[in-house]
């Protein structure tokens, strides 16, 4: 498969999750929009590194880095989350005015 292909599948991919970040109000698909981008972005490292330096293993770190860096991003995220519906009953993210003045 060319190039282009896996270069497009993560376009499409990364466009899906930014349209969830921006459209969804429930924090809890905001997470998951933020998930679908991260993992665009591990497809891009990996095709690149399948078309441009197989022999080298530098795009494998990147990936395990960005696999590390989304997994502490959802349990952050979701401990965060569970502590506001606890307080205020909601999860919508234009309820929660927490750092407002």
């Known amino acids: 498969m060319p190039l282009s292909w896996y270069l497009v599948l993560a376009a499409l991919l990364f466009c899906i999750g930014l349209y969830g970040v921006l459209a969804r109000k429930n924090a809890v698909a905001i ?15 990996v095709a690149f590194w399948r078309y441009f ?14 696999f590390a860096i989304a997994a502490a991003e959802v349990a952050v995220g979701l401990a965060l989350i569970i502590s506001i519906y606890r307080r205020r009953k909601t999860v919508a993210a234009d309820e929660i005015n927490l750092m407002k003045w």
Not at 57 to 66: D, E, G, M, Q, R
């Open 53 to 66: 330096t197989p022999d080298l293993i530098a795009a494998h770190a990147f990936v395990v880095i960005v």
């Open 31 to 45: 997470l998951m929009g933020v998930e679908l981008m991260l993992n665009a972005v591990n497809i891009n490292l």
